[in-house]
């Protein structure tokens, strides 16, 4: 292939290709705006939808956000194994979800703002109890990010989170945490012709 088509075809290329994620992006844009209680696209409702909302605290409700103990956490404090994070704060943050008539979906959720984190102690079956008095409350900057998309074969899950924070006695408290989760239906191929038994 001569040089010159060579280049006009990948231009081409990519020129598709850039005009496909606008294209996207457009559509995300234009999600219908609705409160956080109204926010139903890819949470109750998984037939054709399309969603913007815009929030202001990690959880996007007056209440906490509220995690979970970490037992398996490395390099860690040890009240991180032990006890569960219990976050409050305020920022900015915008969540889109969409899904077409296939039924494919694409979702991303992005917070960024200033919050503090208490280490409560649990009961066995993970409930809250109260503060751990020997773990301080850290206040800083929390920056959280997940996205993902699904079709009828695929999904795919990406987050990223990060926090740095301060407690009143200068101790300081950071986490990044980065995880990828796909699943892909294995394809089997089925059994075609017909099964006879004879009697001799």
Not at 9 to 23: D, F, I, Q, R, T
Not at 26 to 43: D, E, I, K, L, R
Not at 142 to 171: E, R, Y
Request: aromatic share 8%; charged share 10%.
């Amino acid at each position: 292939m001569h040089a010159r088509l060579r280049g006009r075809l990948a231009a081409a290329v990519v020129a598709a290709a850039l005009g496909a994620v606008l294209l996207a992006i457009a559509q995300v844009a234009s999600a219908a705006p609705v409160s956080p209680q109204a926010f139903t696209c890819g949470v109750t409702v998984f037939t054709a939808c399309n969603q913007t909302v815009h929030f202001s605290t990690p959880s996007g409700t007056p209440a906490p956000e509220v995690g979970a103990p970490s037992p398996q956490a490395v390099g860690c404090p040890a009240w991180v194994a032990v006890d569960a994070p219990v976050i409050q704060g305020a920022g900015n943050g915008v969540e889109h979800a969409i899904i077409n008539n296939a039924g494919d979906g694409l979702f991303t959720s992005t917070f960024t703002g200033t919050v503090t984190i208490v280490a409560y102690t649990v009961d066995s079956s993970g409930n809250l109890i109260a503060p751990d008095p020997n773990v301080p409350p850290y206040t800083g900057h929390l920056q959280t990010w997940f996205g993902g998309s699904m079709n009828n074969k695929n999904f795919i899950d990406h987050d990223t989170i990060n926090f740095s924070g301060t407690a009143a006695d200068g101790t300081t408290f950071s986490v990044h945490l980065v995880d990828h989760l796909s699943t892909t239906r294995t394809w089997r191929p089925r059994r075609t012709g017909s099964t006879s038994a004879s009697a001799y």
